[in-house]
């Protein structure tokens, strides 16, 4: 039995399945995907994932894409620990956290992360590099997106959309968890898994205020508590420190242009 993720190290959508890989105590085979030098977009690549995005799950000849797919794929061939609830309805309520995760926040927290830390890279391309790396995106939503990083970045309109759509997400997330442990009762499942690198991204850009210092005091407990398993480790802690400290700058740079967005400020600034 060979599985064999390409993936890469900083994406939230990789994350996701190596959190459940993880939690699974699956062996898997790592083929990086280095998505700044375009490797998503080489025939070889493509063949596999049409859409040019990373990750790609191969079992045995099995080619699996979506990473929303993948988790539940997961779940069915390895089915211990479970990682979905066994209650129809409570079941639902998973999938319907996933869905709204990947449709929703999913562009804007890649928003945040494009106009806030992907922007030095995407300003230093030449301007024929930069329009065949949008070229080359086939997800007209995702390209508009990154064009609008790269142009205007935390000045962009869907900057300010994206800012507050990841507060829409934070509330939501914090009421759920109030009173419960987990997104949807008290065990883990593919829902926490599928929010928490989105949570994380927020911290590795310094914002760890809005979850902190924000009156969020139920999704702070939770991400204290996912942050303490194993499998955080193996699949998000492994970030180069060098790298999440840079981030954190450029986080705390864009600061005065994320506060303004917000709905509810949190008690300090980040520090
Ligand atoms: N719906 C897809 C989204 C995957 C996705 O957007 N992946 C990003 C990284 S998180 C990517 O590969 N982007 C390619 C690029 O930046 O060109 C999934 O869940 O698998």
Redesign the pocket.
Known sequence: MTLRLHH?LF????QKVRLALAEKHIAWESVEVD?QAGQ?HTPAYRALNPR????TLVHNDAIL????AILEYLDDVFPEPALRPVDPVARQRMRAWIRRL?DVH?PANGMMHYAVLGRPTLRALSSDRLSALLQA?PNRRDRTLRAAAAHLGVDAPEFADAVLTQEEMLDAMNDALTGSACLVGDTVSLADLTALPYVARLEQMGLAVLIESAGRQALADWYGRMKRRASWQTAIGVLPAPVVERWQALGRQAWPQVAMHLRRRPSSPPG
């Open positions: 890469n994406s939230a959508s990789s998505l998503q040019g995005v990373v990750p894409i979506e990473s929303a990947d999913h995106m």
